[in-house]
Nanobody, 127 residues
Framework: QGRLVESGGGLVQPGGSLRLSCAAA????????ISWFRQVPGKPREGVSC????????YFADSVKGRATMSKDHAKNAVILQMNSLNTEDTSIYYC????????????????????WGQGTQVTVSR
């Protein structure tokens, strides 16, 4: 059974950067789209970004557009989310999810139809 493992969370100062990794264990990410979501306890889940299964398309939520990038690390069978200019509103638990043959468009942020979810990694933006 495959699983996703997020890493790279922690405490970051406002204006800083983070690099989150979503690594697949037990299966290859070659045919899977990977998306990032975040959720503050007690609040709705928010879609952050998507990378298509082909790796050729990305989609970002307005809240992170212009300060986030996604890329695939084939050697590590992982997808990287890089976010810059962090602010306190980025504080959340970040989850990655995989969808077989998924696309990167506005619908990928709705969280529907994903095959696998990670356990999440906490990101705290604070002085």
């Amino acid at each position: 059974q495959g699983r996703l493992v997020e890493s790279g969370g922690g405490l970051v100062q406002p204006g800083g950067s983070l690099r989150l990794s979503c690594a697949a264990a037990g299966f290859t990410l070659d045919y899977y789209a990977i998306s990032w979501f975040r959720q503050v306890p007690g609040k709705p889940r928010e879609g952050v970004s998507c990378l298509s299964s082909s790796g050729n398309a990305v989609y970002f939520a307005d809240s992170v557009k212009g300060r986030a990038t996604m890329s695939k690390d084939h050697a590590k069978n992982a997808v990287i989310l890089q976010m810059n200019s962090l602010n306190t509103e980025d504080t959340s638990i970040y989850y990655c999810a995989a969808k077989y043959r998924g696309s990167a468009n506005e619908y990928c942020l709705d969280g529907k139809g994903y095959d696998l979810w990670g356990q999440g990694t906490q990101v705290t933006v604070s002085r």
